[in-house]
């Protein structure tokens, strides 16, 4: 169907609640955000689900804004949340978690190099448990990235004894208690999402998935920056394993 200024409009995306959120974090990615939605949402229109878009611009300073003003006015199902002033990917994922009003939540990067046609495949998994994570077993990425990831993944695992195989792969889906109030003020927590949902007794399930050759725009990390900082953020959720307490509350008497 078409709205008033004549674009088509999914008509599923309409309905007032979504059961289904796929949440973007982007920084100055205006050459590729346009490409990822046109296909993001003809993956989606497929699902007949209720479904919701929420990309965070998360302190952009290209042209990411304007582009992603433009989609809005082409897809109904697109939310719009920006950070100021830039805070992280972390802090942009922790955004969409506060906004997202679906039951199950989608993640994945804004730059193209997720494989969309994935997300029925993990949602499809998801049925049978609390997470779906996807790993890529084919990375097309540079050899120096590709070992960066083997070696923080192996670091990782001794030290958490996660069982994640590629943390570093934003391709997950999750029911939406399991993000709730998670501490992504924490700069880095995006790479330990896997690990804090097990705190919270989550069933974690792992699948391949496709990866693609960036092909619009560039990386915003290099290994050595990605290294510095995930190696502090590692003994913070070690400590938080240590510390974290799962509990039942039960209520009963008058009023109950």
């Avoid at 169907?1 to 796929?22: C, F």
């Avoid at 077993?137 to 923080?152: G, H, N, Q």
């Avoid at 990866?211 to 953020?233: A, P």
Wanted: aromatic content about 8%.
């Amino acid at each position: 169907m078409t709205n008033d200024g004549g674009e088509w409009v999914n008509p599923v995306a309409l309905q007032a609640v979504p059961d289904l959120s796929v949440i973007i974090p982007v920084f100055n990615e205006d050459a590729s955000i346009g490409l990822v939605l046109e296909e993001l949402d003809a993956v989606l229109a497929q699902l007949n689900r209720v479904y919701e878009v929420i990309v965070v611009n998360d302190g952009s300073t290209d042209n990411t804004a304007a582009v992603l003003q433009q989609a809005s006015r082409r897809y109904a199902s697109l939310r719009l949340v920006t950070l100021t002033p830039n805070s992280g990917q972390s802090a942009a994922f922790g955004a969409g978690f506060i906004t997202c009003r679906g039951q199950s939540i989608i993640l994945m990067d804004g730059d193209g190099q997720n494989d969309p046609h994935d997300i029925p495949m993990l949602l499809e998994v998801l049925k049978d448990c609390d997470a779906c994570c996807g790993y890529r077993k084919i990375r097309r990425d540079r050899v120096s990235k590709r070992l960066a990831s083997r070696i923080a993944n192996g670091v990782r695992q001794a030290v958490l004894h996660d069982g994640i195989l590629d943390t570093g792969c934003s391709l997950k889906a999750v029911k939406v208690q399991f993000v709730r109030d998670l501490p992504m003020y924490l700069r880095g927590m995006h790479r330990f999402l896997p690990a804090l949902w097990l705190m919270r007794g989550a069933r974690i399930r792992q699948i391949r998935v496709n990866h693609r050759l960036r092909v619009q725009g560039q990386s915003k990390y290099t290994n050595w920056r990605r290294l510095r900082e995930t190696w502090w953020d590692l003994w913070a959720v070690r400590w938080m394993q240590t510390r974290y307490r799962r509990f039942r509350v039960t209520v009963t008497g008058a009023g109950t």
